[in-house]
């Protein structure tokens, strides 16, 4: 039940990658998993991590201390996707639910509902999540889907206010907020990869400027996705497939053009927080995750996520991530019995 409070005893696992410690932080005997890989799990102290279990039965959001290891039970009887988001000020989470995006606060569990997407969609809404903050925690950009019609929404957190500031005709997900520009969001078409055209796009907050991310013909189908921001907020990085290869490529925001970094299989990235590394899941091999310096292009294993790939299972795709300060990679697997969320230590580098 929501505020029930329980520990979970974290297991060091025997790993060969560069990671010096590899620590599983859920307990193998529940079904867990954290955030999606263009969100953060860690809230932004890096003392807490935000993870969904099914311990309940349903898929609630779950608090972990990393320094006690103390777990707390912060939402009940959803079903919930891995959406959520850790607010900028670290007090609440925000997650989709009920055609709805809400939040919970940390210290008394209290919901509030920030975005009520029926009141702004003619048809009926059917999912309404996504939340992604500004990085100043000012905005929040979310999708809905009320077929026929996919949309996005932008709400004021301060004032209230919110407007639909795009609509499509198949579903609009992975919307972010560039880091340093308030203004900017990139959002995908969200569907198979290689029969989408033009998947990736940029637009204004208040729906002006919408343009595709890459420039290619018309009659070209983009196999391009898994795209997420720097830090720096001038580069957008992206997984490319073409010719039966695997790139990882970024956009220049400044320079409006693209360029490819390196082949290498891979399915999600993320970078640390200099901006100095990838890191990305591979869905072949031995299950490994690795690291890439941008400086050198150097490839190394940090560690073996073991992730099945099983099909119909994306919430456990292990969907790294990183901490905000303490030089940590957060991701989710099946590889070693049950979903269950582990942290690779990357101070090594």
Not at 32 to 51: A, E, G, K, M, Q
Request: net charge negative; aromatic share 12%.
């Amino acid at each position: 039940m929501k505020g029930d409070v329980f520990t979970f005893i974290p297991q060091k696992m025997q790993d060969s990658g560069i990671s010096p410690n590899v620590i599983r932080i859920t307990g193998e005997q529940y079904t867990c998993n954290h955030l999606y890989f263009h969100n953060r799990s860690f809230t932004p102290d890096d003392r807490h991590v935000i993870f969904e279990s099914e311990k309940d039965g349903g898929n609630n959001l779950f608090i972990i201390d990393l320094a006690t290891n103390k777990v707390t039970q912060l939402t009940e009887g959803y079903k919930l996707d891995y959406f959520g988001y850790p607010s900028r000020d670290g007090k609440k989470v925000f997650f989709g639910a009920d055609g709805c995006i809400k939040t919970v606060r940390l210290d008394n569990f209290e919901e509030e509902i920030v975005v009520h997407a029926q009141d702004l969609v003619k048809e009926t809404v059917t999912k309404c999540s996504g939340a992604f903050p500004s990085w100043d925690g000012k905005k929040l950009v979310c999708f809905y889907e009320a077929r026929p019609d996919f949309g996005l929404i932008v709400a004021d957190l301060a004032s209230g206010d919110k407007k639909v500031i795009i609509h499509g005709e198949q579903p609009l997900r992975h919307c972010q907020f560039c880091p340093n520009d308030h203004n900017l969001i990139v959002y995908a078409h969200e569907g198979t990869w290689e029969l989408i055209k033009a998947r990736m796009w940029l637009i204004n907050a208040d729906g002006s400027g919408n343009r595709r991310v890459r420039d290619h013909d018309d009659g070209d189908y983009e196999a391009a996705g898994h795209e997420f921001w720097g830090n720096s907020g001038r580069r957008l990085y992206f997984t490319v497939r073409r010719e039966g290869k695997v790139f990882f490529s970024y956009f220049d925001v400044d320079e409006n053009k693209e360029a490819t970094l390196f082949e290498l299989d891979n399915e999600h990235g993320t970078i640390t927080q200099d901006d100095k590394f990838i890191i990305c899941d591979s869905k072949r091999g031995k299950g490994e995750m690795y690291i890439v310096s941008l400086a050198t292009k150097e490839v190394k294993v940090l560690c073996y996520q073991k992730m099945t790939w099983n099909k119909n299972m994306s919430r456990f795709h292990p969907h790294v991530t990183v901490s905000y300060t303490t030089n940590k990679a957060i991701y989710t697997s099946d590889g070693f019995g049950k979903p269950g969320v582990f942290i690779a230590d990357i101070s090594v580098l």
